[in-house]
């Protein structure tokens, strides 16, 4: 089939103007459903366990006690893996947040972001877990404190297991070598990021397995502080 030299050019226009519609549409598909709540019902618990939403602005992660009876996750992501467990060993909290493996592993500054890393990791990248042992969390704008009870908070482990791979020997795959810091290390994931399954609709997906109040979508952070602010 020959094109043109006019019709291709028309073309091409077409899909350049296609672009910002689909962004458009994208924006406006993240603001509807942000705003629209998942597990409308839910209210914390008189007593439960106590688990954070973190934020630095672009990703969030969540934070929740090392040790509960309900899991040890020292267990499944090990102090020796990270750089200084000596300094590390008593830290009471765990994050652990979701995400590209190129956005994670090769830009930890926004001078390292280019065009050719973004679209990379938007163009189904592979996922790993960024795991950091942490001290007693400080509530803030960034850091919203959830209290959910112990069978919630089974669930919600059982999610964050589930997106891990295990290897023959039931261990879970770090990648090596890999550090922001003394405190963290990263391991590989489940799941390919996207447009639609980011960081952020990862954490969702978590706090909705748990049956906490949510966005019904959100690939960006500010909807799921807004729900949790309902």
């Not at 008189?46 to 309900?70: C, E, F, Q, R």
Request: aromatic share 10%.
């Amino acid at each position: 089939m020959h094109i043109s030299g006019p019709a291709f050019r028309r073309l091409i226009l077409r899909l350049l103007l296609a672009i910002p519609a689909l962004l458009i549409c994208y924006l406006l598909a993240a603001l509807a459903l942000g705003l629209l709540p998942s597990n409308r019902g839910w209210a914390p618990p008189a007593n439960g366990i106590p688990i954070y939403l973190d934020s630095n602005g672009v990703h969030t992660s969540v934070i929740m006690p090392v040790k509960t009876d309900a899991q040890d996750w020292t267990a499944a992501f090990p102090l020796e893996h990270i750089r200084r467990p000596d300094l590390y060993a008593r830290s009471p909290y765990i994050s652990i947040g979701w995400g590209s493996k190129v956005f994670f592993l090769t830009i930890q500054n926004w001078e390292d972001l280019s065009a050719s890393k973004a679209l990379a990791a938007l163009a189904f990248d592979q996922s790993v877990l960024h795991v950091e042992y942490l001290p007693q969390p400080k509530e803030g704008k960034d850091t919203r404190r959830i209290l959910i009870s112990p069978e919630q908070y089974r669930r919600l482990a059982d999610f964050i297991r589930q997106s891990a791979p295990l290897d023959a020997h039931g261990r879970t795959l770090q990648e090596t070598g890999r550090h922001y810091g003394d405190n963290d290390a990263f391991y590989a994931a489940h799941g390919r990021y996207n447009p639609i399954v980011t960081c952020n609709q990862w954490t969702r997906d978590a706090l909705a397995e748990a049956g906490v109040r949510t966005a019904l979508w959100s690939p960006f952070v500010q909807p799921l502080f807004w729900q949790l602010g309902k």
